[in-house]
């Protein structure tokens, strides 16, 4: 079997989605090579892309046709309306295609596939760039008319994705984001001059970082740090100008590792997510975790975490002190719950949704 897997989005800065692009496309590549198959890692990108996606494809066995395009959001949003011409002009005869975020390659043959991590641009198109509103609604659209499968980082996601797009449920399969080598209890950890909570998230409205800022006050606990990662975002920012709240901008994976292994407790306020990935990366680093009580972070908490209204500053904050108190047994709930996410395993669910669609 020839796999074609769209790599697009890791020209740009890893977030969530890009970790799981590369991370899944890790496993299928270790699944597939145990089976004889062949994947195929493409994108038609900008010189900028043209330099990093070779960097974050370092050490994936697989083969790359990264084309250089000027002006490539462009092309690749005009190849995906037009329709034309399709992707075996470029890559020669495949079995399968799997398309991620930016676009949604024609192609003449094989089976279809995408993934979908969420679907916070039709629920709460205020949360979005107009940008990836437009972007994103046409792939779901294209998505649910043209795909044989659809893989969904969490049940939640799939739920979802039948129930809003009309896709059938039982040809949505649920393939829960790994968790990278970094993120182990083993290891050095940040030693900061205050103990510190540590949230890790890109400065955007959905994050919620505002409501959490405010939660922090409250704990008016001098002794203590707020440590905030995650890289500039867009719409309204958290005020973090604030006594004992420190920005730390975008760190390294191991970087952000040894965070997560020095911090008294990690705190993940999102008001909606596909799952939250970095829940599970602080529970396999021996972080305990407060996490929004939404449903779409269920998967990843599992019984493991302390849950607290994300809109409400004051059960953020009487969680945190609940956190800090049952520290050892959140510890040792966490370490169990992460046993189950590996990339290879989800990989494997790849390899496994093409074969069975086809």
Same mark, same amino acid.
């Given at each position: 079997?020839?796999?074609?897997?769209?790599?697009?989005?890791?020209?740009?800065?890893?977030?969530?989605?890009?970790?799981?692009?590369?991370?899944?496309?890790?496993?299928?590549?270790?699944?597939?090579?145990?089976?004889?198959?062949?994947?195929?890692?493409?994108?038609?990108?900008?010189?900028?892309?043209?330099?990093?996606?070779?960097?974050?494809?370092?050490?994936?066995?697989?083969?790359?046709?990264?084309?250089?395009?000027?002006?490539?959001?462009?092309?690749?949003?005009?190849?995906?309306?037009?329709?034309?011409?399709?992707?075996?002009?470029?890559?020669?005869?495949?079995?399968?295609?799997?398309?991620?975020?930016?676009?949604?390659?024609?192609?003449?043959?094989?089976?279809?596939?995408?993934?979908?991590?969420?679907?916070?641009?039709?629920?709460?198109?205020?949360?979005?760039?107009?940008?990836?509103?437009?972007?994103?609604?046409?792939?779901?659209?294209?998505?649910?008319?043209?795909?044989?499968?659809?893989?969904?980082?969490?049940?939640?996601?799939?739920?979802?994705?039948?129930?809003?797009?009309?896709?059938?449920?039982?040809?949505?399969?649920?393939?829960?984001?790994?968790?990278? @080598? @970094?993120?182990?209890?083993?290891?050095?950890?940040?030693?900061?001059?205050?103990?510190?909570?540590?949230?890790?998230?890109?400065?955007?409205?959905?994050?919620?970082?505002?409501?959490?800022? %405010?939660?922090?006050?409250?704990?008016?606990? $001098?002794?203590?740090?707020?440590?905030?990662?995650?890289?500039?975002?867009?719409?309204?920012?958290?005020?973090?100008?604030? $006594?004992?709240?420190?920005?730390?901008?975008?760190?390294?994976?191991?970087?952000?590792?040894?965070?997560?292994?020095?911090?008294?407790?990690?705190?993940?306020?999102?008001?909606?997510?596909?799952?939250?990935?970095?829940?599970?990366?602080?529970?396999?680093?021996?972080?305990?975790?407060?996490?929004?009580?939404?449903?779409?972070?269920?998967?990843?908490?599992?019984?493991?975490?302390?849950?607290?209204?994300?809109?409400?500053?004051?059960?953020?904050?009487?969680?945190?002190?609940?956190?800090?108190?049952?520290?050892?047994?959140?510890?040792?709930?966490?370490? %169990?719950?992460?046993?189950?996410?590996?990339?290879?395993?989800?990989?494997?669910?790849?390899?496994?949704?093409?074969?069975?669609?086809?």
């Amino acid at each position: 079997m020839k796999i074609a897997f769209d790599v697009s989005p890791l020209s740009h800065e890893r977030t969530g989605v890009n970790n799981y692009i590369r991370g899944s496309l890790a496993g299928l590549a270790a699944a597939a090579a145990r089976e004889g198959d062949e994947v195929v890692a493409f994108a038609p990108t900008s010189p900028a892309g043209r330099r990093a996606i070779p960097e974050a494809l370092s050490g994936i066995p697989v083969e790359q046709r990264v084309g250089m395009l000027p002006f490539a959001h462009a092309w690749r949003t005009v190849w995906s309306r037009l329709g034309w011409p399709p992707a075996e002009r470029f890559l020669g005869a495949f079995d399968a295609l799997h398309f991620t975020d930016w676009m949604y390659p024609p192609q003449r043959a094989g089976l279809r596939a995408t993934t979908i991590h969420d679907l916070v641009p039709l629920h709460f198109p205020e949360w979005v760039t107009p940008r990836t509103r437009a972007m994103h609604t046409r792939k779901y659209e294209n998505a649910a008319r043209t795909c044989d499968v659809i893989f969904a980082n969490s049940a939640f996601t799939a739920d979802d994705v039948a129930a809003t797009l009309g896709f059938p449920r039982e040809r949505i399969v649920v393939a829960h984001p790994g968790i990278g @080598e @970094e993120f182990t209890a083993g290891g050095g950890a940040v030693a900061r001059e205050r103990p510190y909570v540590l949230t890790v998230a890109t400065l955007e409205p959905r994050k919620n970082l505002g409501t959490l800022v %405010e939660a922090f006050a409250l704990l008016a606990d $001098p002794e203590l740090e707020l440590a905030v990662v995650g890289g500039a975002g867009w719409g309204e920012q958290p005020q973090l100008d604030r $006594p004992g709240v420190a920005r730390l901008g975008r760190v390294s994976d191991a970087e952000l590792a040894r965070l997560y292994r020095g911090a008294v407790a990690v705190v993940y306020p999102s008001r909606f997510e596909g799952f939250g990935m970095p829940i599970t990366e602080a529970m396999a680093c021996g972080a305990p975790v407060v996490a929004s009580s939404h449903p779409s972070l269920d998967e990843a908490c599992g019984d493991a975490a302390v849950r607290c209204d994300p809109e409400s500053a004051e059960a953020i904050a009487a969680a945190i002190r609940e956190a800090l108190a049952r520290r050892d047994d959140l510890r040792a709930r966490g370490f %169990e719950h992460v046993r189950q996410f590996s990339w290879a395993r989800t990989g494997e669910l790849f390899l496994e949704g093409y074969r069975r669609f086809s």
